[in-house]
């Protein structure tokens, strides 16, 4: 077996690491510097020779730099950490003031739903070790420290502004006519296909990373789910749910609560979830339709406690 093409940049980056004396591993910095790779030409296996040198001498400086002034922060919101999340919140309110005003808060919190997306499905530095042994793969969208981390951020939330600014401005010029949308109809064959699919979904619940698990299992024994299939779910896993557990919850703030952690990474952690699990079997992917909401931060109809 011939040698890893990302191991051609193995030099530059233990060069890279030699030069500020970087707390982190050769490795960790040659998995980012091979995912900017993989990003820049969009391939799995690029080769080398074919993107620029002088990038190639430049991103894993760079992505050193970044890592010393950030890795730690990542790998602190990564897990959840209440107070880089707060921080990180002001930062984005500071940056969308100018430009939007009161609703800057509105726009930092879209922001860090995105940024929450972003670094559960990519690689923490605390793991890039590990994953560069795997073979280095991740999300197209994927931060790889190659800016700083401060202006990736402050990037998503500006473009978020920049977004609705275009939208209004269509909606100036005039409406559109749009076809209307159908909801598909389920057939009794898929319906029963979903519900035979329940025992293997709960078990591929049980391997997702934990703060991912607790949110679904978490979700799924909120209060509002019809009781036939809390009691369905109790009899298949009394492992995962257990009945004093059942029908306590009902919204992303009282499962935040629960788990130690805020709504917005409740909800990103639950969109992850189900966007893994969803692209391993179409028939999880109806079952998680039909039991997890796609937003649940609103309270239940009758629900004011």
Same mark, same amino acid.
């Given at each position: 077996?011939?040698?890893?093409?990302?191991?051609?940049?193995?030099?530059?980056?233990? /060069? !890279?690491?030699? !030069?500020? /004396?970087?707390?982190?591993? +050769?490795?960790?910095?040659?998995? =980012?510097?091979?995912? @900017?790779?993989?990003?820049?030409?969009?391939?799995?296996?690029?080769?080398?020779?074919?993107?620029?040198?002088?990038?190639?001498?430049?991103?894993?400086?760079?992505?050193?730099?970044?890592?010393?002034? #950030?890795?730690?922060?990542?790998?602190?919101?990564?897990?959840?950490? $209440?107070?880089? @999340?707060?921080?990180?919140?002001?930062?984005?309110?500071?940056?969308?003031g100018p430009r939007v005003g009161r609703?800057?808060?509105? =726009? $930092?919190?879209?922001?860090?739903?995105?940024?929450?997306?972003?670094?559960?499905?990519?690689? &923490?530095?605390?793991?890039?070790?590990?994953?560069?042994?795997?073979?280095?793969?991740?999300?197209?969208?994927? =931060?790889?420290?190659?800016?700083?981390?401060? =202006?990736? $951020?402050?990037?998503?939330?500006?473009?978020?502004?920049? #977004?609705?600014?275009?939208?209004?401005?269509?909606?100036?010029?005039?409406?559109?006519?749009?076809?209307?949308?159908?909801?598909?109809?389920?057939?009794?064959?898929?319906?029963?296909? !979903?519900?035979?699919?329940? &025992?293997?979904?709960?078990?591929?619940?049980?391997?997702? &990373?934990?703060?991912?698990?607790?949110?679904?299992?978490? +979700?799924?024994?909120?209060?509002?789910?019809?009781?036939?299939?809390?009691?369905?779910?109790?009899?298949?896993?009394?492992?995962?749910?257990?009945?004093?557990?059942?029908?306590?919850?009902?919204?992303?703030?009282?499962?935040?609560?629960?788990?130690?952690?805020?709504?917005? *990474?409740?909800?990103?952690?639950?969109?992850?979830?189900?966007?893994?699990? !969803?692209?391993?079997?179409?028939?999880? $992917?109806? *079952?998680?339709?039909?039991?997890?909401?796609?937003?649940?931060?609103? &309270?239940? /109809?009758?629900?004011?406690?």
């Amino acid at each position: 077996m011939g040698e890893r093409w990302f191991e051609a940049l193995r030099p530059a980056c233990k /060069e !890279a690491c030699l !030069a500020v /004396e970087s707390c982190y591993a +050769t490795d960790v910095v040659l998995f =980012y510097v091979a995912r @900017w790779c993989q990003k820049t030409s969009d391939s799995p296996a690029p080769s080398t020779e074919t993107l620029a040198q002088d990038e190639l001498e430049d991103v894993p400086i760079r992505i050193v730099g970044n890592l010393e002034d #950030d890795g730690s922060r990542v790998d602190l919101l990564v897990e959840g950490d $209440a107070e880089e @999340w707060t921080a990180l919140r002001r930062v984005l309110i500071a940056s969308a003031g100018p430009r939007v005003g009161r609703a800057a808060g509105d =726009y $930092a919190d879209e922001g860090l739903s995105n940024i929450a997306i972003v670094l559960l499905t990519g690689t &923490p530095p605390s793991r890039a070790a590990e994953a560069l042994a795997r073979g280095p793969h991740g999300p197209s969208n994927e =931060y790889v420290f190659s800016s700083p981390f401060p =202006y990736w $951020a402050k990037t998503i939330v500006i473009n978020l502004i920049k #977004d609705d600014k275009k939208k209004e401005k269509r909606e100036l010029e005039g409406p559109k006519i749009h076809a209307p949308k159908h909801t598909p109809q389920l057939d009794p064959s898929k319906l029963r296909e !979903a519900c035979d699919a329940l &025992p293997g979904l709960l078990d591929a619940i049980r391997e997702l &990373p934990p703060v991912q698990r607790s949110v679904l299992i978490s +979700t799924l024994s909120r209060r509002g789910l019809d009781g036939l299939v809390l009691d369905r779910l109790h009899e298949l896993a009394p492992d995962m749910f257990g009945e004093t557990e059942l029908g306590t919850v009902s919204t992303d703030a009282d499962m935040a609560e629960r788990l130690g952690t805020t709504s917005r *990474l409740v909800a990103a952690n639950r969109s992850v979830a189900r966007r893994k699990l !969803a692209k391993r079997d179409r028939a999880w $992917a109806l *079952l998680l339709d039909v039991l997890l909401p796609h937003r649940s931060t609103r &309270p239940l /109809e009758g629900d004011h406690g």
